[in-house]
Every structure is written in structure tokens, then in C-alpha cells.
């Protein structure tokens, strides 16, 4: 996992035998300027474009979306909403995992270096190249577990 850059992108794009659009950039570079914690949707991301004055294409988004999910430079989640998510992919120490009420889809985000490390370990005893490794748990919050308690 590294940082990716526009330079990098374009780099590995090539390499790749595709081009650096302008659209792959600016959605690169929303993914490096979003709150740490924040994941986008398809949806959302062509929302924000088109606020920002962007015309891009919703399936140009999902196209993109796809590609730097599949180069290792954005995660994709399956969270509560039962749509995907996005986030970049940032490597250790800002490595992380979710934990989702699948009731409010409250999403807590915590760090634990021995699942990392497993992925990192397996994957390398296999030959592989390691791009993600991320845990999704899914579970009733404190607040939902209450709503359901009777009285």
C-alpha cells in the first residue's frame, strides 16, 4: 500500500497500458481531501462533483471507482446501506477496520495490527502482492440493542 499521488496514478496507468483522465485525477484528488473517517458512495461522490461544478459522469464514477479499488488505491466497503462505499487506501499506521450497526448503520472505525499483520503474513507466504486487508463487523449497537429491549 502506498500513497498515491498524480504522478504515481499516471505511472501506474500507463504501466497498465491506460491513461491519467482528467476525471481519474479530480476523483483521486477528492479521495486525498476527504476527512479521515469519511467514505463515499457512487452516488455521493457524484453529488460532490457536481456541487464543485465537475461534469462527470455517473458511470465514468463507477468505471473509476472500480479501477482504483481493483490498483489497490481506494478500499471498498460493503457497510450497512447495502450499496458500496469508498475510502482511500492508507497505508499503516492509518490502517483501519469497520464496526456497523446493521440496524442504524452507525459505522465505528478502530485500528488492530494483528489482523494486518496475518493478511500481510498470509499473503506473502502465498506469493501474493498485498493491496488491502480490512475487517467488517457487523453488529447491533449499544443504542439499538436498548430500542429492542422490552420494557
Known amino acids: 500500500m502506498s500513497i498515491y499521488t ?4 499516471k505511472a501506474e496507468l500507463n504501466e497498465r497500458g491506460w491513461r491519467l483522465t482528467p476525471q ?8 486525498q481531501n476527504l476527512t479521515r473517517g469519511k ?6 461522490l457524484y453529488n460532490l462533483l457536481q456541487t464543485e461544478g465537475e461534469q462527470i459522469s455517473l458511470s465514468t ?3 473509476t471507482l472500480k479501477l482504483m479499488a481493483r490498483m489497490g488505491i481506494l478500499r471498498e466497503l460493503e457497510l450497512a446501506e447495502g450499496h458500496k462505499h469508498y475510502e482511500l487506501n492508507q ?3 492509518y490502517h483501519h477496520h469497520h464496526l456497523i450497526c446493521v440496524r442504524c448503520n452507525k459505522t465505528i472505525e478502530f485500528k488492530n495490527d494483528s489482523i494486518l499483520k496475518t493478511g500481510s503474513k498470509t499473503a506473502k ?14 453488529a447491533v449497537c449499544p443504542g439499538c440493542q436498548r430500542a429492542l429491549m422490552p420494557l
Open 125 to 138: 507466504k502465498e506469493g501474493y502482492h498485498l493491496l488491502d486487508c480490512q475487517l467488517t463487523i457487523h
Open 61 to 63: 464514477i463507477y468505471r
Open 39 to 44: 467514505h463515499l458512495s457512487a452516488e455521493d
Open 6 to 9: 498524480a504522478g504515481s496514478l
Open 91 to 93: 497505508p499503516y499506521p
Open 24 to 31: 481519474r485525477e479530480i476523483i483521486l484528488q477528492i479521495f
